[in-house]
């Protein structure tokens, strides 16, 4: 088709160079969003392999954990029962001087398994003011260790004075 009016010929040039333009301005910001997000899906993808990565490794190192820790439970259980035992008779030393008391005789009593939890029950008796044993019990429930009071027995040493005797039962859970 050919157009005869050059002024006709010259709007439909420009109409159409003006449409290329439009679709044009258009066109490359589209573009260039597409590209960016190809350049993420594909950085997405990289991360995707990393994190699968560390998913195998942190699940081999999770599986070695727990065998190191099912290992550390057998030696802990199978560990002497002495050790245990002068562990705890130190902590408790510390805090007998934490609560001043005057006298404190520990005597660990044979360890037994209920329930599958290792207890091992202890008698102490200790020697001081109403405060300093309450301040011992105090201190010997939040330790470390997981305990349990089974029997508190206290008197006074004299008829009338302000020390007391005390006889304190306590089960002591190994493997909480």
């Known amino acids: 088709m050919r157009i005869e009016n050059k002024r006709l010929k010259t709007i439909i040039i420009a109409y159409v160079i003006l449409y290329c333009v439009v679709v044009i301005a258009e066109v490359i910001p589209r573009l ?10 594909i950085k997405i993808g990289v991360v995707s392999d990393e994190i699968d990565s560390y998913e195998t490794n942190l699940f081999y190192a999770l599986g070695e954990n727990k065998l190191l820790k099912n290992e550390l439970h057998n030696a802990t259980a199978e560990g002497s029962y002495s050790q245990r035992v002068s562990e ?6 510390s805090l007998q001087r934490k609560s001043s008391l005057e006298h404190l005789s520990v005597k660990p009593l044979d360890e037994y398994t209920k329930n599958e939890l290792s207890i091992l029950p202890f008698e102490l008796s200790v020697q001081g003011s109403y405060k300093q044993i309450y301040e011992f019990i ?10 349990l009071a ?19 039962y306590f089960d002591l859970y190994m493997n909480l």
């Open 88 to 93: 705890i008779i130190a902590m408790l030393g």
């Open 32 to 41: 260039k969003d597409s590209m960016f997000a190809i350049q993420e899906v």
């Open 138 to 147: 105090g201190y010997f429930e939040r330790s470390q260790y997981t305990v």
């Open 150 to 168: 089974t029997k508190i027995h206290i008197q006074p040493v004299d008829a009338g004075s302000t020390i007391l005797h005390a006889n304190l």
